[in-house]
């Protein structure tokens, strides 16, 4: 069984550092092709993905908001990190894992329930 | 950018067929995926590489992708598939994922 789990801190400050950890099972990072997204979705918005790292421990980010993010894996505590810097209120988001299978790549197949960071001073 | 246009919403009566656009420019070159996405839970792959259907999906559910439009297709419309649907490529020139703006779909 497949699952993801998102964790991270509800609410940061501007300026902050986001830390968000993807804790997964039912599945490993090392085998080829797969891979594990972070992907977000503002309140009342649109979905946008944000970065991905797979199972060659290849990343991969969103043109608009690479100088903020970095990715990393750990595939011994099957865990995903993503760090976003610098935080601002327009950052405030659901913040979603998500998983890409060897026969569906490019796309999504499992999701986490997705965890909400709020950004305020 | 690489831009996904999609309608902000479609109304359609219960057991009626409701048709969900997505617009991208060399859509021809690309596989479109489509989520559902209903109030307060995560998206759900309901169909994969323009009209493949992932275990679990009813048969009412269906795409197509032709020109530069993809269309996600619902038959027989029902209560429950009230939901937000948001189209979705892998663009490989620039090596990230792009969401279209979602439709709201709305079960008169």
């Known amino acids: 069984q497949v699952t993801l789990k998102e964790s991270s801190p509800a609410l940061l400050k501007p300026t902050q550092t986001l830390t968000l950890t993807c804790t997964f099972s039912?599945?490993?990072?090392?085998?080829?092709?797969?891979?594990v997204s972070w992907i977000r979705q503002p309140p009342g918005k649109a979905l946008e993905w944000l970065a991905l790292?797979?199972?060659?421990?290849?990343?991969y980010y969103t043109t608009s908001l690479k100088t903020r993010l970095t990715i990393s894996r750990d595939t011994s505590k099957n865990q995903v990190v993503l760090t976003m810097a610098n935080m601002d209120p327009v950052d405030t988001a659901t913040y979603y894992c998500?998983?890409?299978?060897?026969?569906?790549?490019?796309?999504?197949?499992?999701w986490g329930q997705g965890t909400l960071v709020t950004v305020s001073s | 950018s690489y831009v996904l246009t999609q309608t902000p919403s479609v109304s359609v009566a219960p057991g009626k067929t409701a048709r969900i656009t997505c617009g991208g420019d060399?859509?021809?070159?690309?596989?479109v995926h489509w989520f559902q996405q209903r109030p307060g839970q995560a998206p759900v792959l309901v169909i994969s590489y323009d009209s493949d259907r992932p275990s679990g999906i009813p048969e009412r559910f269906s795409g197509s992708n032709s020109g530069n439009t993809a269309t996600l297709t619902i038959s027989r419309v029902e209560a429950g598939d009230e939901a937000d649907y948001y189209c979705q490529v892998w663009h490989s020139g620039r090596d990230e994922a792009v969401f279209g703006g979602g439709t709201k779909l709305t079960v008169l």
């Open positions: 039912g599945f490993s990072l090392s085998t080829s092709g797969m891979s």
């Open positions: 060399k859509f021809g070159s690309k596989s």
């Open positions: 790292v797979d199972w060659e421990d290849d990343k």
């Open positions: 998500a998983r890409s299978a060897p026969n569906l790549r490019g796309t999504f197949d499992y």
